[in-house]
């Protein structure tokens, strides 16, 4: 899904600038509005504009297209230009947020084209999958846990009861012997 934006006025002191807004995991597109107002010219170019500590912008190339050549920042992969010179963001991160400038160079003589925008990307919200075990099929071995293949089979209750059963009476064999021992050892 892609979403076009679209220019809301945001007073930034005395800048305003043009202002969208989308969710996280969308595609996007800037609108380079500067090419209106420029016709000549020899290159288009978009940064995002980063603010340090002084209070100065630092600004990164995202992409440049001169003489039909475009060239992309080699981390950002999900940036494209289209025919009208707007920035295509897929996919885009809360990182993305920020103000961002696309530049129209003119030819020599001529006067250089700007426009600055400004985008917001919500939080990525991620709903936690539920987790379930089937402990029926599975079995903790090693330190690992690993499916075992062997069926369950069904036991009649008359059969638990007899193999119950057996066991009482070998435990009170044994703790018989085991008295008998001990009195006639004394």
């Known amino acids: 899904m892609s979403v076009l934006a679209l220019s809301l006025g945001v007073v930034v002191g005395n800048d305003e600038l043009p202002f969208a807004s989308t969710d996280c995991a969308a595609d996007i597109i800037l609108p380079c509005t500067a090419l209106q107002n420029c016709k000549n010219y020899t290159s288009v ?35 494209l230009l289209d025919k009208n010179a707007s920035l295509v963001l897929r996919k885009v991160a809360p990182s993305d947020s920020g103000i961002y400038k696309c530049l129209i160079r003119a030819k020599a003589g001529g006067k250089n084209c700007q426009t600055f925008f400004r985008l ?27 499916n075992i293949s062997s069926q369950v089979t069904h036991v009649d209750e008359s ?26 050892s004394k």
């Open 120 to 146: 917001n990307i919500s939080d990525c919200v991620s709903t936690p999958s539920p987790i379930i075990v089937d402990f029926s099929t599975t079995k903790f071995i090693n330190g690992s846990w690993a």
């Open 45 to 79: 170019t978009w940064y995002k504009l980063y603010n340090n500590s002084s209070d100065k912008s630092v600004k990164k190339t995202i992409l440049k297209k001169s003489e039909n050549v475009i060239q992309t920042d080699k981390h950002n992969h999900s940036a």
């Open 159 to 184: 059969e638990l009861f007899v193999f119950w059963g057996c066991v009482g009476l070998a435990m009170k064999l044994v703790l018989s012997a085991m008295c008998i021992w001990v009195s006639i």
